[in-house]
């Protein structure tokens, strides 16, 4: 399949969308975990998360009135919009920044204290709704394997942050085309082996930390 053939169905442009961007937003924020040692965090709230998923699922599934589908859709919005989506993130973003601020400004509780604590409650969202999007093995690899591969090439964490969310989503590009391509292949267990492969290359060809040069 040529990559014209790719993007030209809707299906598949949809699959690549979704992959890109869950793998760009998880490389990045990955790259705090990373620099925290917490990497393997993805992994604990993922396999702690499961069960409350599922218990989540059986309830809405039971109450087709308290469904998010009924219920936005009785708002008149569309939960599948990206411009819905994207406003729906900055707003997060913009209400847990004034709510650090707020609680530092109140309490004796320094601001990097509480910008920390509000990141790890994102990162712990992000992880429980990206394993509902993904699955749990795809998202743990986002989460693991783009900082560990952009970690050997960067020497600043802003130029961390920017590879390490290019890997996640390069990782989706290439393991989603692959995956169709080759037919009956699962995508997220393919996208897993790119990503791995980044890794791998990272260790043995950077200029700086390779192991070939040590």
């Known amino acids: 399949m040529s990559i014209i053939d790719f993007l030209a169905e809707f299906s598949y442009r949809r699959v690549v969308w979704g992959t890109l961007l869950i793998g760009l937003c998880s490389g990045a924020m990955g790259t705090f975990l990373y620099l925290r040692r917490q990497s393997m965090m993805s992994d604990v709230i993922g396999h702690s998360a499961t069960p409350g998923v599922m218990g989540a699922f059986l309830f809405f599934a039971t109450t087709p009135w308290l469904s998010e589908s009924q219920l936005l859709a009785d708002w008149g919005i569309d ?16 209400a847990s920044a004034i709510v650090a ?3 530092a ?7 990097d204290s509480t910008m920390a604590v509000m990141l790890s409650l994102l990162v712990v969202v992000a992880i429980v709704i990206g394993v509902k999007a993904v699955g749990l093995i795809l998202m743990i690899a986002f989460a693991v394997f783009p900082p560990a591969a952009a970690r050997q090439w960067t020497r600043t964490v802003a130029q961390m942050v920017v590879v390490s969310g290019l890997i996640g989503a390069i ?8 995956s169709i391509s080759a037919g009956k292949v699962p995508t997220g267990p393919v996208i897993v082996l790119v990503l791995a492969a980044f890794v791998i290359v990272a260790l043995v060809a950077s200029p700086r930390r390779a192991a070939v040069i040590r």
């Open 79 to 94: 939960a599948r919009s990206m411009p819905v989506i994207t406003i729906g993130a900055m707003v997060t973003g913009l």
């Open 101 to 103: 601020n707020a609680v």
């Open 105 to 111: 400004d109140s309490t004796r509780i320094g601001i």
């Open 171 to 178: 990782a989706a590009i290439v393991g989603s085309y692959i």
